[in-house]
């Protein structure tokens, strides 16, 4: 099977999923990783000029069981290459690493979305994934339903919930979007956004504690851009968001170091 990533990226893991296949999942697998630019057809991607790397070499693989493989491959990859020896059924493939954006496509585009998965931010910490992950708050889009966000425990204590990102790099943030969608009886009531620049900076808020509406997407627009590495959200005290979105673009020495890290992977 040949499989396009969601996002070109450097993979640090891959499980093939045989759930329920107890007779009939194959003997073996074997998984490929190629680089290549733009939208290749199936027929440009098996090209005898395509280079394909192995990531997991021909493996024993156990039936009605998730087979996790460790990837060790230092570079940037678009699509893969599935193969089951010699036959047989697999449920799942999943693919974990980091997102690695084309900076000349960011630069492009001038303002964008500085947390988005897609293009490169993560989520670093949470103080409570029980009923959803973090994750799921700069995944593309708006969310399509309730769980499709973030909603957390209720709290018992003083406390507030909170999450915090890494951002594809350092930027300059201009605006902000927090959005509350499907969350009616749920949502925080109120919510402020920090930055910091740099794993020792300090974090700075740039949008103070701010009501929440349910069911809302609550935009921002800030008096001067901030600049950082790292955003956290807070809400108070608990209840949940479905996106949050920081729209800017990076900084000049940001800028620099996503090229140089995107040259560095064979991007």
Same mark, same amino acid.
């Given at each position: 099977a040949l499989i396009r990533l969601g996002a070109p990226g450097v993979i640090r893991g891959i499980v093939v999923d045989t759930a329920h296949f107890r007779g009939n999942y194959p003997q073996a697998v074997s998984v490929e990783g190629a680089s290549v630019a733009g939208s290749p057809s199936p027929e440009e991607l098996l090209a005898d000029d395509?280079?394909?790397?192995?990531?997991?070499?021909?493996?024993?693989?156990?039936?009605h069981a998730a087979n996790g493989f460790a990837v060790?491959?230092?570079?940037?990859?678009?699509?893969?290459?599935?193969?089951?020896?010699?036959?047989? #059924?697999?449920?799942?493939?999943? %693919?974990?690493?980091?997102?690695?954006? +084309?900076?000349? @496509?960011?630069?492009? /585009?001038?303002?964008?979305?500085?947390?988005?998965?897609?293009?490169g931010g993560q989520v670093e910490d949470a103080s409570n994934?029980?009923?959803?992950?973090?994750?799921?708050?700069i995944q593309p889009g708006r969310s399509r339903k309730m769980d499709d966000g973030w909603e957390t425990r209720r709290r018992r204590d003083r406390g507030n919930d909170w999450i915090q990102y890494r951002l594809v790099d350092r930027?300059?943030?201009?605006?902000?979007?927090?959005?509350t969608a499907y969350l009616?009886?749920? #949502?925080?009531?109120?919510?402020? %956004?920090?930055?910091?620049?740099?794993? +020792?900076?300090? @974090?700075?808020?740039? /949008?103070?504690?701010?009501?929440?509406?349910?069911?809302?997407?609550?935009?921002?627009?800030?008096?001067?851009?901030?600049?950082?590495?790292?955003?956290?959200?807070?809400?108070?005290?608990?209840?949940?968001?479905?996106?949050?979105?920081l729209f800017g673009s990076l900084t000049e020495d940001g800028a620099a170091h996503l090229a140089a890290r995107h040259q560095e992977l064979g991007g």
């Open positions: 395509v280079k394909w790397t192995t990531l997991v070499p021909r493996t024993p693989v156990g039936g060790s491959a230092e570079q940037r990859f678009t699509h893969l290459r599935l193969k089951q020896h010699p036959d047989g #059924s697999i449920a799942r493939l999943r %693919v974990y690493g980091e997102v690695v954006p +084309d900076p000349a @496509w960011l630069t492009a /585009l001038g303002t964008f979305d500085v947390v988005a998965l897609e293009n994934l029980f009923y959803s992950p973090a994750t799921n708050t930027s300059q943030i201009r605006a902000i979007e927090i959005d009616k009886g749920n #949502s925080a009531g109120w919510a402020s %956004v920090s930055v910091k620049d740099g794993e +020792d900076g300090e @974090w700075r808020e740039v /949008l103070p504690r701010t009501r929440m509406q349910p069911d809302t997407n609550h935009r921002f627009v800030l008096p001067e851009a901030a600049v950082g590495t790292h955003a956290r959200v807070d809400i108070f005290p608990d209840g949940g968001i479905s996106r949050l979105r």
